[in-house]
DNA sequence: CCGGTATGGTGAG
DNA sequence: TCACCCTACCGGT
């Protein structure tokens, strides 16, 4: 379930549960071994995200790069460690808790001057207070790359995943297939201060919920998402399924390799006013 | 058991 | 644009 909210969820868990203090480091599955020899028995700094980067920092300005990239799991446990289950490619152990990392796309040992050029390539992170969306903008502003594409592109914003995405630009009754440089200012304002508020929710609950009051299951009287992440969405693998607000059937489609969802009535395809013609039909 | 799929990203062509 | 990487889970055989 890695969006930008899971990794700064992680960040500060870590930091909870290892923050300050001496950890034992191992790579039980063996594919990190030598770096998690050497990291044995320092002292855990801090943990930071940047999108949907991960860094855990140790003494003496060393970082240990994470990327969950689709299927990555890191998992906090509290209590003492068991022996490792499956393919554990790292493992931080403390008295009283443990934390086992499978999965990720990356994992590696870096320094201060690789962790600054990770961070410093992305693009703002709306969970990131000092975060500054006009950046995005700018790209945005003159790219004719469709909005489904920009959003997803970890140089424009960072933290955005494919749920988000789709369900974002549904809230918003935005084509996920119209040009970036169609949107008006104000749109992306509005774009981006829903993003600073869904992701936050994402964080709190360490789910992804978008389905406004009113469209709940309790509010509605239908059941509920029975799914692996387990949030209430609008479109998001919901192709072939009734909108919750205009009871047309949820499109899905695939944009760049990646599955892209929306409601075709409540997000009509966008027209530019060159195509429209000068006095309707 | 096997194949397909997944909230992501890279590098080759 | 495609092949490929990482792992777990789910459905159909």
Redesign the pocket.
């Known amino acids: ?3 930008g909210h ?1 990794l700064h969820r992680l960040a500060r868990d870590l930091d909870v549960a290892f923050g300050g203090r001496r950890v034992r480091t191992s790579s039980p ?1 063996g594919r990190f071994a030598a770096e998690a020899a050497a990291l044995d028995g320092a002292v855990l700094v801090q943990a930071e995200s940047g ?2 980067h991960l860094f855990v920092e140790f003494v003496g300005d060393r970082f240990v790069h994470v ?1 969950l ?5 890191f998992d906090i446990t509290a209590g003492t460690a068991p022996p490792a289950v ?2 554990v ?1 790292l493992r931080i152990e403390h008295e009283d808790s443990y934390a086992d990392l ?2 990720a ?1 990356t994992c590696d040992l870096v320094g201060r001057a690789r962790r600054d050029q990770v961070i410093g390539e992305l693009g703002p992170d709306p969970l990131r207070a000092d975060a500054d969306p006009d950046r995005a903008w700018d790209r945005i502003r003159r790219s004719d790359r469709a909005l489904g594409d920009l959003l ?1 592109d ?1 140089k424009v914003l960072a933290g955005v ?3 988000y995405r789709a369900e974002v630009l549904f809230r918003h009754r935005l084509d996920p297939r119209r040009p970036g440089r169609t949107l008006r200012r104000g749109q992306w304002v509005e774009v981006w201060e829903d993003l600073v508020c869904l992701l936050a929710e994402g964080v709190r609950t360490g789910r ?1 919920d978008t389905v406004r009051p009113e469209h709940t299951p309790e509010a509605m009287g239908r059941p509920a998402r029975k799914d ?2 387990g949030g209430e969405v609008y479109v998001y ?1 919901r192709d072939g399924q009734r909108c919750f607000v205009c009871d047309s059937v949820v499109r899905t489609s695939d944009l ?4 892209l969802f929306w409601c075709p009535r409540c997000q009509p395809t966008f027209r530019s006013r060159a195509t429209k013609g000068p006095s309707g039909p």
């Open positions: 379930m890695p969006e899971t599955q999108g949907k990327h990239g689709l299927i990555g799991k499956g393919a490619r499978r999965g796309i997803m970890q995943g494919n749920v992804i692996d992440h693998r760049k390799g990646r599955n």
